[in-house]
Protein backbone atom coordinates (compact mmCIF):
# COMPACT_ATOMS: atom_id res chain seq x y z
CA UNK A 1 0.00 0.00 0.00
CA UNK A 2 1.31 3.40 -1.04
CA UNK A 3 1.93 5.60 2.23
CA UNK A 4 3.85 8.55 3.48
CA UNK A 5 4.65 8.63 7.30
CA UNK A 6 5.70 12.19 9.04
CA UNK A 7 7.55 12.33 12.26
CA UNK A 8 7.24 13.34 14.90
CA UNK A 9 3.61 14.82 14.71
CA UNK A 10 4.68 18.19 16.58
CA UNK A 11 7.91 19.80 17.64
CA UNK A 12 8.35 22.70 19.61
CA UNK A 13 11.92 24.55 19.43
CA UNK A 14 13.77 27.09 21.03
CA UNK A 15 14.39 29.97 18.52
CA UNK A 16 17.61 29.00 17.12
CA UNK A 17 17.58 25.53 18.21
CA UNK A 18 17.94 23.61 14.98
CA UNK A 19 16.03 20.20 14.37
CA UNK A 20 14.81 17.71 11.72
CA UNK A 21 11.74 16.31 10.56
CA UNK A 22 11.48 13.19 8.89
CA UNK A 23 8.98 11.49 5.72
CA UNK A 24 8.85 7.99 5.27
CA UNK A 25 7.64 6.89 2.20
CA UNK A 26 6.88 3.52 0.70
CA UNK A 27 5.26 4.30 -2.58
CA UNK A 28 5.55 2.36 -6.14
CA UNK A 29 7.08 4.16 -8.97
CA UNK A 30 8.31 7.29 -7.09
CA UNK A 31 8.28 10.46 -9.41
CA UNK A 32 8.54 12.63 -7.05
CA UNK A 33 8.40 14.00 -3.16
CA UNK A 34 7.16 17.50 -2.25
CA UNK A 35 7.68 19.48 0.61
CA UNK A 36 4.78 21.61 1.73
CA UNK A 37 4.39 24.85 4.19
CA UNK A 38 0.84 25.52 5.66
CA UNK A 39 -0.19 27.96 8.31
CA UNK A 40 -3.41 27.95 9.87
CA UNK A 41 -6.49 29.05 8.10
CA UNK A 42 -4.25 28.69 4.92
CA UNK A 43 -3.88 26.17 1.69
CA UNK A 44 -0.25 24.80 1.29
CA UNK A 45 2.74 26.16 0.12
CA UNK A 46 5.15 24.37 -2.37
CA UNK A 47 8.63 23.84 -0.57
CA UNK A 48 11.00 22.18 -2.39
CA UNK A 49 10.18 19.10 -4.85
CA UNK A 50 13.14 16.06 -5.24
CA UNK A 51 13.36 13.77 -7.52
CA UNK A 52 16.43 10.93 -6.69
CA UNK A 53 18.64 9.46 -3.51
CA UNK A 54 21.31 12.33 -2.81
CA UNK A 55 19.00 15.10 -4.19
CA UNK A 56 19.32 18.06 -1.73
CA UNK A 57 17.68 21.60 -2.06
CA UNK A 58 17.96 24.61 0.02
CA UNK A 59 16.01 27.94 0.90
CA UNK A 60 16.86 30.30 3.64
CA UNK A 61 17.13 28.40 6.92
CA UNK A 62 15.43 25.13 5.24
CA UNK A 63 17.22 22.00 3.62
CA UNK A 64 15.54 18.97 2.17
CA UNK A 65 17.04 15.79 1.53
CA UNK A 66 16.11 12.68 0.11
CA UNK A 67 17.20 9.10 0.52
CA UNK A 68 15.99 5.69 -1.05
CA UNK A 69 13.07 5.23 1.38
CA UNK A 70 12.92 8.80 3.20
CA UNK A 71 13.73 12.31 2.99
CA UNK A 72 14.43 14.75 5.72
CA UNK A 73 13.79 18.51 6.25
CA UNK A 74 16.06 20.16 8.21
CA UNK A 75 15.53 23.88 9.88
CA UNK A 76 18.68 25.83 10.69
CA UNK A 77 18.39 28.57 13.28
CA UNK A 78 14.71 28.28 13.44
CA UNK A 79 12.59 31.87 13.83
CA UNK A 80 9.30 32.03 15.21
CA UNK A 81 7.68 33.09 11.81
CA UNK A 82 8.99 29.25 10.78
CA UNK A 83 6.35 27.96 12.99
CA UNK A 84 3.70 26.03 10.56
CA UNK A 85 2.61 22.38 9.85
CA UNK A 86 4.95 21.13 7.38
CA UNK A 87 3.48 18.39 4.77
CA UNK A 88 5.36 15.89 2.95
CA UNK A 89 3.88 14.24 -0.07
CA UNK A 90 5.17 11.79 -3.38
CA UNK A 91 3.88 11.47 -7.00
CA UNK A 92 3.95 7.65 -7.51
CA UNK A 93 1.37 4.61 -6.52
CA UNK A 94 -1.25 3.32 -9.02
CA UNK A 95 -3.37 6.15 -10.34
CA UNK A 96 -0.35 8.58 -10.21
CA UNK A 97 -1.61 11.15 -7.79
CA UNK A 98 -0.43 13.12 -4.91
CA UNK A 99 -0.24 11.39 -1.66
CA UNK A 100 0.25 13.61 1.99
CA UNK A 101 1.70 12.61 5.11
CA UNK A 102 -0.30 13.59 7.87
CA UNK A 103 2.06 17.03 8.54
CA UNK A 104 4.52 17.83 11.18
CA UNK A 105 3.17 20.77 12.92
CA UNK A 106 5.90 23.12 14.31
CA UNK A 107 6.15 25.81 17.06
CA UNK A 108 9.11 28.25 17.35
CA UNK A 109 9.10 30.11 20.46
CA UNK A 110 10.94 33.14 21.01
CA UNK B 1 -1.99 36.81 -10.22
CA UNK B 2 -4.95 34.88 -8.81
CA UNK B 3 -3.66 30.96 -8.36
CA UNK B 4 -6.28 29.20 -7.50
CA UNK B 5 -9.40 30.44 -6.31
CA UNK B 6 -11.74 28.76 -3.95
CA UNK B 7 -15.32 29.97 -3.07
CA UNK B 8 -17.37 30.28 -0.99
CA UNK B 9 -14.48 30.49 1.69
CA UNK B 10 -17.18 29.12 4.67
CA UNK B 11 -20.34 27.09 4.61
CA UNK B 12 -22.54 25.85 7.14
CA UNK B 13 -25.05 23.73 5.59
CA UNK B 14 -27.91 21.56 7.89
CA UNK B 15 -28.40 18.06 7.19
CA UNK B 16 -29.51 16.61 3.66
CA UNK B 17 -28.86 20.14 2.20
CA UNK B 18 -26.95 20.48 -1.16
CA UNK B 19 -24.12 22.77 -2.53
CA UNK B 20 -21.38 23.06 -4.74
CA UNK B 21 -17.91 24.81 -4.26
CA UNK B 22 -16.56 26.44 -7.11
CA UNK B 23 -12.46 26.28 -7.59
CA UNK B 24 -10.75 28.09 -10.35
CA UNK B 25 -7.41 28.41 -11.83
CA UNK B 26 -5.64 30.73 -14.03
CA UNK B 27 -2.57 29.02 -14.37
CA UNK B 28 -3.72 27.28 -17.81
CA UNK B 29 -3.25 23.98 -16.02
CA UNK B 30 -4.35 20.60 -17.22
CA UNK B 31 -5.06 18.76 -13.73
CA UNK B 32 -7.14 19.69 -11.36
CA UNK B 33 -7.98 18.33 -7.65
CA UNK B 34 -10.30 18.05 -4.55
CA UNK B 35 -8.86 17.35 -1.80
CA UNK B 36 -10.64 17.23 2.10
CA UNK B 37 -8.60 17.63 5.09
CA UNK B 38 -9.28 16.38 8.52
CA UNK B 39 -7.79 16.90 11.87
CA UNK B 40 -5.23 13.84 12.43
CA UNK B 41 -5.77 12.43 9.04
CA UNK B 42 -4.04 14.91 6.46
CA UNK B 43 -4.95 15.72 3.09
CA UNK B 44 -7.21 13.27 1.50
CA UNK B 45 -7.99 13.40 -2.73
CA UNK B 46 -11.57 13.32 -3.04
CA UNK B 47 -11.98 13.16 -6.64
CA UNK B 48 -9.45 14.92 -9.58
CA UNK B 49 -9.43 15.78 -13.15
CA UNK B 50 -6.76 15.43 -15.91
CA UNK B 51 -8.36 17.56 -18.58
CA UNK B 52 -11.40 19.39 -19.71
CA UNK B 53 -14.44 16.94 -19.78
CA UNK B 54 -12.61 14.60 -17.69
CA UNK B 55 -13.19 13.57 -14.27
CA UNK B 56 -11.79 10.49 -11.68
CA UNK B 57 -12.20 9.44 -8.49
CA UNK B 58 -10.03 9.81 -5.31
CA UNK B 59 -9.19 7.74 -2.05
CA UNK B 60 -12.27 9.30 -0.45
CA UNK B 61 -15.16 10.11 -3.33
CA UNK B 62 -18.00 8.54 -1.67
CA UNK B 63 -21.05 11.73 -1.03
CA UNK B 64 -19.37 13.85 -3.61
CA UNK B 65 -19.61 14.58 -7.57
CA UNK B 66 -18.05 16.57 -9.83
CA UNK B 67 -17.59 18.01 -13.14
CA UNK B 68 -15.10 19.82 -15.47
CA UNK B 69 -17.05 21.58 -17.87
CA UNK B 70 -14.13 24.38 -18.62
CA UNK B 71 -10.56 24.05 -18.48
CA UNK B 72 -10.13 26.72 -15.56
CA UNK B 73 -13.01 25.46 -13.41
CA UNK B 74 -13.22 22.12 -11.25
CA UNK B 75 -16.92 22.03 -9.29
CA UNK B 76 -17.42 20.36 -5.99
CA UNK B 77 -20.85 19.28 -5.43
CA UNK B 78 -22.75 17.66 -2.45
CA UNK B 79 -25.94 16.47 -2.78
CA UNK B 80 -27.25 15.48 0.49
CA UNK B 81 -24.90 16.64 3.54
CA UNK B 82 -24.27 14.55 6.31
CA UNK B 83 -22.25 15.79 9.36
CA UNK B 84 -19.15 13.45 8.22
CA UNK B 85 -18.48 15.93 5.72
CA UNK B 86 -17.96 18.46 7.77
CA UNK B 87 -14.42 19.33 6.94
CA UNK B 88 -11.78 21.48 5.15
CA UNK B 89 -12.09 21.03 1.54
CA UNK B 90 -9.06 22.32 -0.80
CA UNK B 91 -8.36 22.89 -4.67
CA UNK B 92 -5.57 22.32 -6.08
CA UNK B 93 -4.36 22.20 -10.15
CA UNK B 94 -0.81 21.25 -11.48
CA UNK B 95 0.63 21.70 -15.27
CA UNK B 96 1.37 17.70 -14.91
CA UNK B 97 1.63 14.76 -12.97
CA UNK B 98 5.11 13.42 -13.87
CA UNK B 99 6.29 14.67 -10.48
CA UNK B 100 8.40 17.54 -11.98
CA UNK B 101 6.08 19.94 -11.16
CA UNK B 102 3.97 21.23 -8.21
CA UNK B 103 0.24 21.49 -6.95
CA UNK B 104 -0.88 24.71 -6.51
CA UNK B 105 -3.62 25.17 -3.75
CA UNK B 106 -5.98 27.32 -3.20
CA UNK B 107 -7.07 28.79 0.00
CA UNK B 108 -9.75 26.35 1.40
CA UNK B 109 -13.31 26.33 1.95
CA UNK B 110 -14.67 25.59 5.57
CA UNK B 111 -17.78 23.75 5.79
CA UNK B 112 -19.59 22.54 8.54
CA UNK B 113 -22.43 20.10 8.43
CA UNK B 114 -25.21 20.24 11.29
Known amino acids: EDQVTQSPEALRLQEGESSSLNCSYT??????LFWYRQDPGKGPEFLFTLYSAGEEKEKERLKATLTKKESFLHITAPKPEDSATYLC???????????FGKGTKLSVKP | NAGVTQTPKFRVLKTGQSMTLLCAQDMNHEYMYWYRQDPGMGLRLIHY???????AKGEVPDGYNVSRLKKQNFLLGLESAAPSQTSVYFCASSYNRKGDTEAFFGQGTRLTVV
Open chain 1, 89 to 99: AVYGGSQGNLI
Open chain 2, 49 to 55: SVGEGTT
Open chain 1, 27 to 32: VSGLRG
